[in-house]
């Protein structure tokens, strides 16, 4: 029909590191302007927000910015187990993704990380020196602590309906910290990635020098706000040089709704910043 918007591409694929191959969905542009590589959160929260990263995909490349989203290895589409994987392989799957996508687009991308990604965004841009120019973390977790109690949680209600003696969280720590693997809401939890995740903090992890970042959060109230612990975090951040500009959206938690939910609100943030810092 004339005058209908194009069709946007998408083009999934494998591709192959350390032995294992990786789940790529690539959105190309024609003559891009930029990049950008998508960091998934933790289990399922990843499922739920598939939806909002494939409408982040398509709106980024309707703006002129390629981009990419992959599966983790463990996860998805990806190869391996979700209870083989380690936190430090998940960083450097991301750092190849942002390698792969930063040779074909000829310059450095920006890096979106969503709750838990956030920090694998970080990490990755960390081991990747200039090829990340951007840093957009969206509702990062602060504190990797409460997540991981937030997450064994999950187990104790499950458990509430059973026979068996109740579970804690600390007793479910104390197994994790013996070397047991919990099986957590369909996941196999590995000592080592809880020992990560329990002692990861956000504020301990600033952005690599010259690298802005894009704090997005989505909020309930009227008007929206930053929660306190990511002010916390950023505050800190700032404190040790890094730019960090924070905006607040109207938007319901798509990662932790069972429904597929979306955030059109923050989709359009990320354009518009992205858009403006890659021209």
């Not at 294992?20 to 959105?27: A, D, E, I, P, S």
């Not at 187990?81 to 430090?88: K, S, T």
């Not at 002010?231 to 951040?237: G, N, P, T």
């Amino acid at each position: 029909m004339p005058g209908a918007p194009a069709a946007i591409d998408r083009r999934p694929f494998f591709h192959e590191r350390g032995g294992q191959r990786l789940f790529f969905l690539h959105f190309p542009v024609e003559t891009p302007r930029g990049g950008a590589v998508f960091f998934a959160p933790f289990a399922e929260e990843m499922n739920r927000a598939r939806r909002m990263a494939t409408l982040l995909g398509e709106a980024l490349a309707t703006s002129g910015i390629e981009t990419l989203v992959f599966d983790y290895a463990g996860t998805g589409d990806s190869e391996g187990e979700f209870g083989d994987a380690r936190w430090a392989g998940w960083r450097d799957d991301g750092a190849a993704a942002v390698d792969w996508l930063a040779d074909r687009t000829g310059g450095p991308v920006a890096a979106v990380g969503l709750r838990t990604g956030a920090a694998l965004a970080l990490e990755a841009a960390a081991a990747r020196p200039g090829r990340v120019s951007r840093l957009t973390l969206w509702q990062p977790a602060p504190s990797g602590q409460l997540f991981l109690t937030q997450f064994l949680r999950l187990r104790l209600a499950a458990a509430m309906t059973g026979a068996g003696p109740a579970e804690t969280t600390k007793g479910l720590r104390e197994q994790l910290a013996g070397g047991a693997t919990l099986e957590i809401a369909g996941y196999d939890l590995s000592p080592g990635m809880a020992a990560v995740l329990d002692a990861m903090r956000l504020a301990d992890l600033p952005p690599p020098d010259g690298c802005p970042v894009d704090w997005l959060e989505v909020s309930s109230a009227a008007p929206p706000e930053i929660a306190p612990a990511g002010r916390a975090a950023i505050e800190r951040w700032r404190e040790c040089g890094a730019q960090v500009d924070a905006e607040a959206v109207a938007g319901p938690p798509f990662w932790s709704i069972q429904e597929i939910t979306t955030a059109p609100a923050l989709i359009e943030a990320t354009v518009r910043r992205l858009a403006g810092a890659l021209a």
